[in-house]
């Protein structure tokens, strides 16, 4: 049985649970609105179901490890909801434009793969190449050409901070979720940011973000993968797909901050036959990663939206890295 809005399949799945129904064995929705529910004690603790393994490469192990109340885990993500290939943060690099500005494809890809790409790396790239086309004394997104065009809100700011390595909250020894923002890697990564956007504040329009890119008005964006399936595949600029920069050389991974308001987080009631469905809901997930990941690169990025093959490289490692935490999800501090 298939409801298609996730608010109202959490809402029908908490009346089910109440009523003692034992109708559904497994809930796709958001993290924002599966996190809501979590609170009601109507979910399944992920962590007691023998048979899954939440560190199986199918299964989004940051997400499994960070977005834990109490405890407890009462939702993940991973390959058994394909939707998650469309989510992850990611930047888009317009090739055309970067060869104007000396940029090279595969000195972009090297870095990457090297642990070089950095956001001082991408400020050298974008520093002072802005500029006013035309003429009214403001740089937007809407008519004028900018070197790092982006969103603003704090879904776009916790990406950033994320690919910096700053984890939004924490849950401490007492299984209490702590915010610490006031340290040396975030104020560090607010002089960045403030040097990344100098020439540009970034607004809400997303409309005016992807005709940039139709436009050649932008080097490098930063999206969700989604968009080479539902808004580039018709794009004639050609583009590269990228993962958030780090915060430095030193920082050991990229991390890659998944949107959480995409149907990609499965969930189980609280009345779930737990042997059952972890074995099931493990098979989905292999199968799917081991077939329909390999169709998706190929089919999906590779010949419809990625237009190179070592952007689909660069996809293994934002997969691998996607991460998502409890201040992301209840959007709190």
Known sequence: YNITESEEACKTLTNSVLAGDNEYDMLAATAIDAGKIAR??????????????????????????NCRLNGKLYFLSGDILPVIYTMPSCIFMNCDVAEKYGIGRDEVFR????????LDKLIDYTKDTSADLNGDG????????IGYASLEGSLAAGVLAVGSGVKLCTENEDEKITVDLMNDRV?????????????????????????????????????????????YRDVEADYSILPIPKYDEAQGSYYSMLNPWMYAFAAFPLYVNAEKSAV??????????????????????????????????????????????NNAVYDFG
């Open 111 to 118: 870095g990457v793969e090297d642990g070089e790409w950095t």
């Open 280 to 325: 099931v809901s493990e098979a989905m997930a292999r199968y799917s990663y081991d077939n329909v990941r390999p169709v998706v690169y190929e089919d999906g990025f590779k010949l419809k939206g990625a237009r190179d093959s070592d952007s689909a490289k660069m996809l293994d490692l934002i997969f691998d890295t996607v991460y998502l935490d």
């Open 40 to 65: 009601n004690n109507i979910l399944y603790n992920i962590l007691e179901m023998d048979g899954l393994t939440t560190d199986a490469p199918y299964w989004s192990r940051l997400v499994s490890e």
């Open 187 to 231: 104020l560090g990564l607010i002089e960045k940011a403030r040097v990344l956007f100098a020439d540009y504040k970034p607004n809400t329009n997303s409309d005016s973000l992807h005709q940039a890119l139709r436009e050649n008005r932008f080097i490098f964006s930063q999206h969700y993968t989604s968009s080479a399936f539902t808004r």
């Open 138 to 145: 403001a740089i937007k997104l809407a008519d004028d050409f």
